[in-house]
Every structure is written in structure tokens, then in C-alpha cells.
Nanobody, 124 residues
Framework: HVQLVESGGGLVQAGGSLRLSCTISGDSYVTYAMAWFRQTPAKEREFVAARSWTFGTTNYADSVKGRFTISRHNAGNTVYLEITNLHPADAGVYYC?????????????????WGQGTLVTVSS
């Protein structure tokens, strides 16, 4: 029914930038919440950012605030995570998660759908 696909990851030098994309297929949404999480084998899955296009709220983890921006392409089904000034600690598999009712929680369990993730590797 609903499928999310993350893309845009890769190997980036510390201090560099990249843009991750999350495309939604199987349904068309105008109002929803989208979150980004990241995970490495050595770390607990971490909340990164979330935006609700239902309630107009945005929330960022303290570790990424000012460097990461979540946005959407017009009113379509593509959400971006724009990353600047990458730190080695930003490395990991990034997942986008969708919540149908626009509740932009900070826990994985709050969301309804997610993709396979895209790997971000940071070199230094």
C-alpha cells in the first residue's frame, strides 16, 4: 500500500553536505508527519528530525539543530533531509518514517511506515 524509499546517502567528507530524499508511493498524502532516524550497530536508533504538515510543527535533535533541515518538495510526496557540516557522528543508516495523522513524535514506534534506509558514511 504505502512504500517509502530513502536515497541520497553516500560517502561524504567531514564538513561536507548532502541531501537525503524520501519518496512516498502507493498513496498520496498532503498532510502527514515525517521523521528521520539514524542508526549504527554501536548506537541506539536516534531521532534526528521531524516535521508535521498536518499541524505545522518541526522538531530537531539538539545534535543536528542548525545543520539539518527537513523540507518537502512543493506539496508532493518527496521529503528531503538537507545536511550541512557533516560530523563523523552523523554517520549511519538514515530512515524516513511516516505518520498518517501528522503526529510528529520522537520515537520510532510512533510511526506507521518506513523504508530500507540509506547509508551515510563520513570520512575525515
Amino acid at each position: 500500500h504505502v512504500q517509502l524509499v530513502e536515497s541520497g546517502g553516500g560517502l561524504v567528507q567531514a564538513g561536507g553536505s548532502l541531501r537525503l530524499s524520501c519518496t512516498i508511493s502507493g498513496d498520496s498524502y498532503v498532510t502527514y508527519a515525517m521523521a528521520w532516524f539514524r542508526q549504527t550497530p554501536a548506537k541506539e536508533r536516534e531521532f534526528v528530525a521531524a516535521r508535521s504538515w498536518t499541524f505545522g510543527t518541526t522538531n530537531y535533535a539538539d545534535s543536528v539543530k542548525g545543520r539539518f533541515t527537513i523540507s518537502r518538495h512543493n506539496a508532493g510526496n518527496t521529503v528531503y533531509l538537507e545536511i550541512t557540516n557533516l560530523h563523523p557522528a552523523d554517520a549511519g543508516v538514515y530512515y524516513c518514517d511516516l505518520e498518517r495523522f501528522g503526529i510528529a513524535g520522537m520515537t520510532w514506534a510512533a510511526y506507521d511506515y518506513w523504508g530500507q534506509g540509506t547509508l551515510v558514511t563520513v570520512s575525515s
